[in-house]
């Protein structure tokens, strides 16, 4: 059977499309809808954003359509679960398209996104640490292939902060570099688990998959490269000292490869460099994959 996994994020909308039967992965489509503009200010999901997901749902179902899916599944996530209007979107949705969207907690986001992640990674390792940065929350996961030992989701994503700490724009001396920084340490002493011997960390989502596609100096993103490719902290730190220092704008031109991403990289990093630091990380294993491949494993399992 052909199948397709829908992962509706705070900023993307991502779709993969397999073949269950052989395991052939079709085809993997990627666009952004930013459901979480706005969101930490109004508590809803507004108009302009809902008609985005709903132009980019028509897309992914007509090209579903053409490679033969029989079967969606569309799973959303931290923007869909704080969002005061979940199910007016749920609604529309469902009237335009004809998908049902299923809203899932921050758990069963972090379940689905470590398997997922680990998807097609070669790394051998006694446990793994997982971390997940979206728009909206960012997941920790600690666990092996068998089995998932602890996970959390704090609301600390790229959309939701970059709003709230200012770190958009043309004007650099108006980010909020350190109350970011601070902010994101609090949030991180509220994990589960602090020390982590033994543990090959991975990262998945846009931030460490961009990253990696710079430190490699692709022109236009491949993930036979990207996927299981070694992320340096220096490279994190050196990327986020120069995004912090040049208005919004001049990221998106120095770095094409970045697109409608180029915005969020500054969040991004810093999120990232903030998790490494708290856990020791020195480089991680960039993972390609996510909650999307997670959801054809729990369809299987």
Not at 44 to 56: D, N, S, T, V, W
Not at 98 to 115: P, R, W
Not at 251 to 269: E, H, Q, T, V, W
């Amino acid at each position: 059977m052909i199948q397709a996994s829908v992962d509706i994020g705070t900023n993307t909308v991502l779709m993969t499309v397999k073949n269950t039967e052989t395991g052939e992965i079709i085809g993997d489509f990627h666009n952004m809808a930013r459901m979480g503009e706005n969101l930490h200010l109004t508590g809803i999901i507004g108009e302009p954003a809902l008609g985005r997901l709903i132009k980019i749902l028509s897309e992914y179902k007509e090209t579903g359509k053409n490679l033969g899916v029989e079967k969606f599944s569309l799973f959303a996530t931290s923007a869909m679960r704080d969002a005061k209007n979940r199910q007016h979107v749920i609604d529309s949705v469902k009237v335009i398209t004809g998908f049902q969207i299923e809203v899932i907690s921050g758990d069963q986001e972090a379940e689905l996104t470590f398997n997922g992640g680990l998807d097609g990674l070669k790394v051998q390792a006694e446990q793994f640490g997982l971390i997940d940065i979206g728009g909206g929350s960012t997941e920790f996961i600690r666990g092996n292939r068998q089995t998932i030992f602890e996970k959390k989701s704090l609301n600390i994503g790229t959309v939701r902060l970059s709003e709230r700490f200012h770190l958009q724009g043309e004007d650099p001396a108006k980010f909020q570099i350190p109350q970011f920084q601070s902010h994101v340490s609090e949030q991180l002493m509220t994990l589960p688990f602090h020390e982590t011997p033994n543990t090959t960390w991975v990262a998945v989502a846009g931030t460490p998959t961009s990253l990696s596609a710079m430190l490699h100096g692709l022109k236009t993103y491949q993930p036979e490269v990207v996927h299981g490719s070694t992320l340096p902290a220096d490279f994190v730190r050196e990327k986020r000292i120069e995004f912090q220092s040049i208005p919004s704008s001049e990221i998106r031109n120095r770095y094409p490869i970045l697109g409608k991403r180029y915005d969020l990289m500054l969040a991004g990093c810093l999120i990232l460099e903030s998790s490494m630091d708290f856990f020791g990380i020195k480089s991680l294993v960039v993972s390609d994959r996510g909650l999307r491949y997670g959801i054809f494993a729990s369809k299987q399992g």
